[in-house]
């Protein structure tokens, strides 16, 4: 038996709730330290699924005022296995177009936002590989075959927020060894890592990065265009998702 956690948005908790095979279905409020979250609890046979959405279903909540400690918080309490999250990302390569699928191998994070649980005590992390390693293979094993000649493993920069990056704030960053951006998944990660819970990162290419849009470089990006781009792409994060209880 599993129980894996999943963090994303209204998307893919539907979806995913639709074509899982599912025993029973609970919708709970979790009470944590940091405020309630909604979770939703599938079970499909002996494995459990945790859902969680970022911004706890309106989708109004800005990423920059997210209450991560709550949400992972809720994961724990819920007695997960491991954490996979599902990131709609701008991106940056040429080789990693919008549409594009792939998870996580690094991340950076200049923000100079501290994410911790540990704000009244002197706790180090090592996030040096801040990804679960089996949890990528099994990612790979899942994503390699569907997209064959593609480079699944990225750099994630995070990004602030709530606005968009400049053209030139886009050009900086892949100077500086970033390939996608957003503005939520690290915080999650640090804190998992924190409490010893693996985590793992799907990306979703939902966007051309500010100023990459091949032939329109001053295009403007639209935050409905991003979303509906990203829910085109469901399929491959549900059959991630489901390789995780074979």
């Known amino acids: 038996m599993m129980r894996l956690g999943l963090i994303g948005g209204t998307a893919m908790t539907s979806l995913a709730a639709d074509v899982i095979e599912t025993t029973r279905v609970d919708q709970i409020v979790a009470q944590t330290r940091y405020g309630e979250v909604p979770l939703t609890c599938i079970q499909s046979g002996t494995d459990e699924y945790i859902f969680l959405e970022r911004h706890h279903g309106s989708g109004i909540t800005p990423p920059h005022n997210i209450n991560h400690r709550a949400n992972i918080e809720a994961l724990a309490g819920a007695g997960v296995d491991g954490i996979l999250a599902v990131c709609s990302v701008g991106t940056i390569p040429t080789d990693f177009p919008p549409g594009s699928v792939g998870y996580a191998t690094q ?82 990660c640090k804190l998992a890592a924190e409490i010893g819970i693996p985590y793992a990162a799907i990306l979703v290419a939902s966007n051309w990065a500010a100023g990459r849009e091949p032939g329109n470089s001053k295009k403007d990006l639209d935050h409905q265009e991003v979303s509906s781009t990203a829910g085109t792409r469901l399929e491959p994060v549900i059959a991630c998702i489901k390789a995780f209880a074979q």
């Open 107 to 188: 991340y950076i994070d200049f923000t100079g936002v501290a994410m911790s649980f540990h704000d009244d005590d002197a706790q180090f992390t090592s996030v040096t590989n801040p990804f679960d390693e089996e949890m990528n293979q099994t990612l790979k094993s899942v994503l390699q075959p569907m997209q064959p000649n593609l480079i699944l493993t990225r750099t994630y920069w995070l990004a602030q927020g709530p606005q968009f990056e400049t053209t030139a704030e886009i050009d900086a960053i892949e100077r500086l060894g970033g390939e996608v951006v957003g503005m939520t998944m690290p915080r999650e």
